[in-house]
């Protein structure tokens, strides 16, 4: 059974600040992640994904991973009290249908 | 907001009883997948339609069935409730099968079952 594990945190960062939140995947044949931001109440809302070793930016936003280390992190550089929320990452299967969700981090940003 | 909708918006059904949810796609959208999320967990997989037909199943019950309409609308049926089938029910729907499709979640339905 695949897993996708995340620090439920809460990880708490003052404004302005980086944050960083982690990842870990058991399947070592997935090839595409996803990071969701899910507001209070609220549905999850993609962020970005990444297919490729390495680093992918956009905007505030860096994506990172490495496929050696099963390892997915996302970086969210000038925090903002907005930013407030839990944030999931997720993996694909092969045929690329279904998505394996963490269980996400509770990221809280102070003003 | 997305222009994916879900109905009702909560639900509270007895163990034992049947439920109904309902999703209706973003126009131009083929593809649902159907997702349950328990308090302070992430979403699971329930499964995928694409053109009126199951495309992938997670693992999930066989009392858990779903439909989709020519207007590629989707239905989640569950049968037989037991309590830990209360969460949040979220649909989502995107342009093709494939993840890489990016898939725009609905509001979700709230279901309790007690």
């Known amino acids: 059974q695949k897993e996708v594990e995340q620090n439920s945190g809460p990880l708490s960062v003052p404004e302005g600040a980086i944050a960083s939140l982690n990842c870990t995947y058991s399947?070592?044949?997935?090839?595409?992640f996803f990071w969701y931001r899910q507001y209070s109440g609220k549905s999850p809302e993609l962020i970005m994904f990444?297919?490729?070793?390495g680093d992918k930016e956009d905007g505030r936003f860096t994506a990172q991973l490495n496929k050696a280390s099963q390892y997915v992190s996302l970086l969210i550089r000038d925090s903002q009290p907005s930013d407030s929320a839990t944030y999931l990452c997720?993996?694909?299967?092969?045929?690329?249908?279904?998505?394996?969700f963490g269980g996400g981090t509770r990221l809280m940003v102070k003003p | 907001e997305t222009g994916v909708t879900q109905s009702p918006t909560h639900l509270i059904k007895t163990r034992g009883q049947q439920v109904t949810l309902r999703c209706s796609s973003q126009?131009?959208?083929?593809?649902v997948s159907w997702y349950q999320q328990a308090l302070g967990q992430g979403p699971q997989f329930i499964f995928q339609?694409?053109?009126?037909?199951?495309?992938g199943r997670g693992n999930f019950p066989p009392r858990f069935s779903g439909l989709q309409f020519p207007n590629y609308s989707s239905e989640l049926n569950v049968n037989a409730l037991e309590l830990d089938d209360s969460a949040l029910y979220l649909c989502?729907?995107?342009?093709?099968?494939?993840?890489?499709?990016?898939?725009?979640f609905g509001p979700g339905t709230r279901l309790t079952v007690t």
């Open positions: 990444i297919y490729s070793n």
């Open positions: 989502a729907s995107s342009s093709g099968t494939s993840a890489t499709y990016e898939q725009y």
């Open positions: 399947d070592r044949g997935s090839q595409s």
């Open positions: 339609y694409y053109r009126e037909e199951e495309n």
């Open positions: 997720a993996d694909a299967n092969n045929a690329g249908n279904m998505l394996t």
């Open positions: 126009s131009g959208h083929n593809t």
